[in-house]
């Protein structure tokens, strides 16, 4: 520990980095993945989309699973696990030669996201703070960010130049030489166990009744947590605005393919992360102060309005603009989504009820490639498909609103 400075600090910072390799290749690399088995190897865009799919369900399901381990025997473990499943699966997808082999290699990889990824990195978080739980959970997604906005660029330009295996080797690389040392020497499950208690001592602002320390350190069983009326709309709100948000995200190389130059395109992506890092700065910190569930409602109905600007946008300026904006829901609303699972079931029960949540927000999500690809092919392109995903975003900012606990609710 460092003196004079409070360990969770540290910690958060670890967890970015776990961020930056993790979901970087996990989430941004699936959309680079995508679109260059597509042309580099010419395999059917339809049947990657729906490998894709296969990969979020796995996801989901898989973090169902673990929650409840990581609740009881600490997120490291976990994390470190993931992180090698996943360098296995990129060194094996660099290297498939038949299309049926994607499907293993990718049920892998997901294994590897799962255990890795938002799951124990929350628990993490949601253990060392509570009254500044939304600025600590800014630092650890700004890697989400950084991983969108440098791997992106990079994964492209080695694609181009020396072809997808190089690109996933490299990526690999990246996730042995960041992430299992931050896992070793910088990651701590619990400030209990090191003398520690959460945000360092009491925080500067008030909590909220369901932030205090009764709250927080429920117990929550798994039919509690499903029986219970704020999981469901909170399950049915984030299912369908992923679904939107994923499936554009992973069809986005393509889409903006159509109009720009891929180097420009593969900008496109980097804005996202972009607008997505300068959003999470703001938006962090006052999720601290304002009703989280208002916020994340404006987020999705903001998500609405950029993927109409996507599809109503001419020219690179006005794509790479709409781009930023889109970015700026991308991963807040995931953020987000972790707060309120914190909030709502506490730091003890947070794994089992965050894994609960993503079963469903996860595997609706991964309908989002397939979903957005079948649409494109009935209406032969991008343009017109969006809207749908437009319209599902509004009616998931509606289902947010109701995420309120019963003896909270008029």
Request: hydrophobic share 55%; charged share 10%; net charge neutral.
């Amino acid at each position: 520990m460092l003196p004079g400075i409070y360990y969770g600090w540290v910690v958060a910072f670890g967890s970015s980095l776990i961020s930056f390799v993790v979901v970087g290749v996990g989430f941004y690399g699936m959309v680079i993945m995508l679109d260059a088995l597509v042309s580099e190897r010419g395999w059917n865009r339809d049947d990657v989309s729906a490998v894709t799919t296969f990969y979020w369900v796995v996801t989901g399901a898989v973090g169902l699973l673990i929650g409840r381990g990581v609740d009881r025997l600490g997120a490291r473990g976990f994390i470190a696990a993931g992180i090698l499943l996943m360098v296995t699966a990129l060194l094996w997808l660099g290297r498939i030669e038949a299309s049926w082999q994607i499907v293993p290699a990718y049920g892998l990889l997901a294994l590897g996201f799962a255990m890795a990824g938002a799951i124990p990195n929350g628990a993490i978080i949601t253990r060392w703070f509570v009254g500044y739980r939304g600025r600590a959970m800014t630092i650890s997604h700004t890697g989400v960010s950084l991983g969108g906005m440098l791997l992106v660029p990079l994964a492209t330009g080695w694609i181009e130049v020396e072809g997808l295996r190089m690109a996933l080797d490299r990526m690999a690389l990246a996730l042995v030489v960041v992430g299992l040392p931050t896992v070793a020497f910088v990651l701590r499950f619990d400030p209990a166990e090191h003398g520690l208690v959460a945000d360092g001592g009491a925080p500067k602002q008030p909590l909220s009744l369901a932030l205090q320390p009764e709250a927080q350190h429920e117990v929550w069983s798994r039919r509690a947590v499903l029986r219970s009326r704020e999981f469901r709309y909170l399950a049915g709100s984030y299912a369908l605005i992923l679904l939107c948000q994923v499936g554009y995200s992973m069809h986005q190389l393509s889409f903006l393919r159509e109009r720009l130059e891929l180097e420009t395109a593969a900008l496109g992506v980097s804005c996202v992360a972009f607008g997505s890092l300068f959003a999470r700065l703001v938006l962090g910190p006052l999720a601290d102060r304002v009703s989280k569930r208002h916020l994340a409602a404006g987020l999705f109905l903001f998500q609405a309005v950029m993927i109409v600007a996507l599809t109503l946008a001419e020219g690179p300026v006005a794509l790479l603009a709409a781009s930023v904006g889109f970015g700026f829901t991308v991963g807040t609303i995931f953020m987000l989504q972790a707060l309120l699972v914190g909030e709502i079931f506490g730091l003890v029960s947070f794994a089992t009820a965050m894994g609960m949540q993503q079963v469903v927000s996860q595997v609706a999500s991964g309908f989002g490639p397939l979903v957005l690809g079948l649409l494109a092919t009935a209406h032969g392109g991008y343009a017109q498909a969006l809207y749908w995903l437009a319209g599902g975003a509004v009616i998931a900012a509606l289902l947010v609103l109701r995420a309120v606990p019963e003896e909270l609710s008029d």
